[in-house]
Structure formats: structure tokens, C-alpha cells
């Protein structure tokens, strides 16, 4: 299993441009996970899905992010416009989860390094 | 605020060592999770130990779990220069009719000097 697969790696913009990160979850998990890092902040979570359907958004700090899942082998995750502020690292993680129960653990993906000038 | 919170911040210990690291919580919980991420990479899923669990083993690894206490602890016996990492404990927080989720603390940062 390749496990979860992040795209690009690394990205560099400038402020104000659209920046999309993909995320491609373990085949046969039916949960999503997006997640930010920084020094300042930590681990935040997002937004997660579950069985495609977004569940809980609440972590998405703004009207300037957004998240689809159209089928069960795809995210993504959208910026639009940029700022300097949202550079971190973007994780996504999957797991075999269910709605109202407990929790199994999350397999995340390397990671998008994103960086906003 | 942050559910789960590790302490210490930072530890440096000795090769060979044992690094024993802690955690605590404020709600109820159906389960914590331990999560370890090297320098550049994502999180790796170490060990997840139930709230009805006390304690766990997985290789050199041992986690206990005190409910009443609203703590975890993560023993990493005979450490290794490999084990330089961070550490993050999850709470997956009890909520009754919602859904829950994962909340990770801001991680423990080993430093295993060979």
C-alpha cells in the first residue's frame, strides 16, 4: 500500500494566488482528514469528511479555504487568494472510521510544505 | 483549547535510556492516541489505548492510562538515536448525538543523544 499521497510536496506562491493541495487517501478508508501545522499553533484540524460527506468544518479558518472530496480516492483542499499567514504545513490523513463512534487511527500523508510571499 | 496536552515540552536523554513522557486531558475520552513525527515528515500512529484500558504494550513501547487522573504516559524503554523524534498525544473526546474527533496536543520533543 503506498499509503496516503500528498501533492505537490513543497509549493510557493504569492500572495493573493489560488493554491490547491490533493490529497489521496488509503484505498478502503472512508475518512479524510485535512490538518494544519505550525510552530505557533500545532496540529489543527480543519476539516474532515466521512464517506465523502464533509462532517465537521469548524476548523477552517475562513471564507478563503475551502474542501471537496468527489469520490472516495480524492481531496482537495483550496486556498483562494493567499496570504502570508496561511503558510504551514498541510497534512492530510485518512482512517477506517465511523460516524458517531469511536475513532481508529489516522494514517497522514508526508505533507505539503506551503509557503506564501 | 488544546484537549490533550504533553509534558515536557523537550527532553534529552541518554542512549540506552528510558524516556518516559506524559500527557493529560480535560473531558472524557474514548480513547488516546500516541503519534510519533520525525523532522520533515507526517505523523506515524505509534499505539491507541481504549478508556476502558489501563495499560498497553507494543514492543518497547508502554502507555498507561488513568481516567480519574485525566493522564496518559508514553514509556519508551531503551531508547535509541532512531527514537529522536516528536511526540504527540490525540484525545478522541467522548461527545454524546456528535461526532468526534481528534484532538492532538503540541507534542514533546525527544532528543536521543547516541
Known amino acids: 500500500d503506498a499509503g496516503v499521497i500528498q501533492s505537490p510536496r513543497h509549493e510557493v506562491t504569492e500572495m493573493g494566488q489560488e493554491v490547491t493541495l490533493r490529497c489521496k487517501p488509503i484505498?478502503?478508508?472512508?475518512?479524510l482528514f485535512w490538518y494544519r501545522q505550525t510552530m505557533m499553533r500545532g496540529l489543527e484540524l480543519l476539516i474532515y469528511?466521512?464517506?465523502?460527506?464533509?462532517?465537521?468544518d469548524s476548523g477552517m479558518p475562513e471564507d478563503r479555504f475551502s474542501a471537496k472530496m468527489p469520490n472516495a480516492s480524492f481531496s482537495t483542499l483550496k486556498i483562494q487568494p493567499s496570504e502570508p499567514r496561511d503558510s504551514a504545513v498541510y497534512f492530510c490523513a485518512s482512517s477506517l472510521s465511523f460516524v458517531l463512534q469511536n475513532l481508529y487511527e489516522q494514517y497522514f500523508g508526508p505533507g505539503t510544505r506551503l509557503t506564501v510571499t | 483549547s488544546q484537549q490533550g496536552e504533553e509534558d515536557p515540552q523537550a527532553l534529552s536523554i541518554q542512549e540506552g535510556e528510558n524516556a518516559t513522557m506524559n500527557c493529560s486531558y480535560k473531558t472524557s475520552i474514548n480513547n488516546l492516541q500516541w503519534y510519533r513525527q520525525n523532522s520533515g515528515r507526517g505523523l506515524v500512529h505509534l499505539i491507541l489505548i481504549r478508556s476502558n484500558e489501563r495499560e498497553k504494550h507494543s514492543g518497547r513501547l508502554r502507555v498507561t492510562l488513568d481516567t480519574s487522573k485525566k493522564s496518559s504516559s508514553l514509556l519508551i524503554t531503551a531508547s535509541r538515536a532512531a527514537d529522536t523524534a516528536s511526540y504527540f498525544c490525540a484525545t478522541d473526546a467522548r461527545k454524546t448525538g456528535a461526532n468526534s474527533k481528534l484532538t492532538f496536543g503540541k507534542g514533546i520533543t525527544l532528543s536521543v543523544r547516541p
Open positions: 469528511f466521512n464517506n465523502n460527506v464533509p462532517i465537521d
Open positions: 484505498s478502503g478508508h472512508n475518512s
